[in-house]
């Protein structure tokens, strides 16, 4: 899925001057979903696994199962919205507890859980809200846990260029709860560390500590 970051237009002057506040206009997916083919599939499947998708009860599931799926594959666009560190704040800022859904791409169930990110500012501050979306905009999609932990990071490293940013995702994954091993309730631990938090044992045990990871 790509992902485009764009100036708002009338916006590039506040962009360019750096004590001001700047705004970024992010979106991501939503290409590529080809609705009705998606509705002839599901209606195939209900087929494949034996039931009657003709029946009065089944008759609009394969459109509400493919408009579903293409909703859980769309983040939302959103305005990444950053201010100058006026004030030179230069300890960790952290979101804990962000609620993270995404599908996992083995077996298309769910996996949900909760995310802590955080990251030591350099010249920028995000706006707090921004953590918890740009979360969103990875985890709508077909994942692993491992590779959504390390893309929040990545992409905040690249876009707000902070000292650090780490990146915890605790999370139950349907596949292993509700078939195949059936643990139910055992959630996955996973992160992902950038600059200060990787190279900083202080740095890092905070961003643990703080995240309520034991390091
Ligand atoms: N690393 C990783 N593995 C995942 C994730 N989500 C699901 N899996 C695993 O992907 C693996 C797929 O293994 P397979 O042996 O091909 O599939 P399977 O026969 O359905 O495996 P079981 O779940 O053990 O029944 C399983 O072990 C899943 O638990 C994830 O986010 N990260
Ligand atoms: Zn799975």
């Known amino acids: 899925m790509s992902e485009t970051v764009t100036e708002p237009a009338g916006e590039t002057a506040a962009a360019s001057a750096d004590h001001q506040q700047r705004r970024l206009r992010v979106v991501r997916g939503g290409d590529g979903v080809d609705l009705e083919a ?5 209606a195939d499947l209900l087929a494949a696994l034996g039931r009657d998708a003709q029946s009065e009860h089944l008759a609009d599931t394969p459109k509400r199962v493919a408009r579903a799926y ?3 594959l769309a983040p939302r666009a959103f305005d990444l919205t950053t201010f100058p560190n006026e004030e030179g704040y230069d300890e960790l800022v952290l979101a804990r507890d962000i609620p993270v859904q ?18 030591l500012p350099g010249d920028r501050i995000l706006g707090l809200s921004k953590l918890a979306r740009v979360v969103e905009l990875f985890a709508r999609d077909l994942q692993v846990q ?9 992409w905040l490293q690249q ?9 915890v995702i605790e999370a139950e994954h349907l ?4 078939r195949g091993v059936r643990v139910r309730g055992s959630r996955t631990v996973t992160s992902a560390l950038q600059g200060l938090l990787r190279e900083d044992a202080r740095s890092r045990q905070e961003f643990f500590a703080l995240s309520g990871v034991p390091a």
């Open 38 to 42: 998606a509705q002839r599939a599901v």
């Open 159 to 167: 876009h707000l260029a902070p000292k650090g940013v780490g990146v």
């Open 70 to 72: 293409a909703e859980l």
């Open 175 to 178: 596949c292993m709860s509700m």
């Open 146 to 154: 491992e590779r959504l932990t390390k893309q929040v990071a990545d």
């Open 102 to 119: 995404s599908l996992c791409e083995h077996h298309l169930l769910p996996f949900q859980g909760v995310a802590h990110v955080g990251y």
